[in-house]
């Protein structure tokens, strides 16, 4: 079985401020893939990034950065000086290798005041 | 197109109404993928599809859903004798291979009166 948890379910933070998004998955496969996706108030989710679980090397994009740790299930996500677009709820998710199914989390409504 | 399309945007069904939900993937996408958002929850997986063969249903809650996707594109959800407890927000979402990130419509709201 597959599970994500997004223990965080509200973040506010000020402007220009950085800010975590804790996840942490279980499987029991060796093979799988994370996510992270981006739903602001429109509704429709965003793709942001996947990582494949033989690739722990933390990837940069922009603001946005991504911290993989293979030894304690973790995928956080860091967004360095916020701004008001990043207002939004981020849900991490996990698919096992070999199969579509993809299990989100309950998600991180983050808020950044200005 | 240029993106998924959902339609309709909303839909208000009476309790017992039958209700159909379309889904247009983006154009030579493969994959096409059924989740159900409640309020406050992440999406959970109804059922997938690999061009028009539906490969896993196994998210789907009861036999009142039925999807299907005959030419291998447009898909629909249909849920009969629709109950309050499907209320919710239904999202498609397609991806051109196996394994890629999806790209989600915008879903449909279904609220069950």
């Known amino acids: 079985a597959q599970k994500v948890t997004q223990a965080q379910t509200e973040i506010s933070v000020v402007e220009k401020e950085d800010v975590t998004l804790d996840c942490v998955y279980e499987t029991r496969d060796t093979t799988y893939y994370l996510f992270w996706y981006k739903q602001p108030p429109s509704g429709e989710l965003v793709f942001l990034i996947r990582?494949?679980?033989?690739?722990?090397q933390n990837e940069i994009s922009g603001r946005y950065s991504w911290n993989f740790q293979k030894s304690t299930s973790s995928f956080n996500f860091t967004i360095t000086a916020s701004q008001v677009v990043d207002s939004a709820v981020y849900f991490c998710?996990?698919?096992?290798?070999?199969?579509?199914?993809?299990?989100f989390g309950t998600g991180t409504k983050l808020q950044v005041i200005p | 197109g240029a993106g998924v399309s959902q339609s309709p945007r909303y839909k208000v069904a009476k309790r017992g109404q039958d209700v159909a939900l379309r889904c247009d993937p983006i154009?030579?996408?493969?994959?096409l993928f059924w989740y159900q958002q409640a309020l406050g929850q992440g999406p959970e997986f109804l059922t997938y599809?690999?061009?028009?063969?539906?490969?896993?249903k196994s998210g789907l809650p009861s036999d009142r859903f039925f999807a299907e996707r005959p030419e291998g594109s447009v898909s629909t959800l249909k849920i009969q004798r629709t109950q309050q407890e499907d209320s919710a927000v239904y999202l498609c979402?397609?991806?051109?291979?196996?394994?890629?990130?999806?790209?989600f419509g915008s879903g449909t709201r279904l609220t069950v009166v």
């Open positions: 990582r494949n679980s033989f690739d722990e």
């Open positions: 979402a397609s991806s051109l291979a196996i394994g890629d990130g999806y790209t």
């Open positions: 599809f690999q061009n028009e063969a539906q490969l896993d």
């Open positions: 154009s030579g996408h493969v994959s």
């Open positions: 998710a996990l698919r096992p290798g070999g199969y579509q199914k993809v299990t």
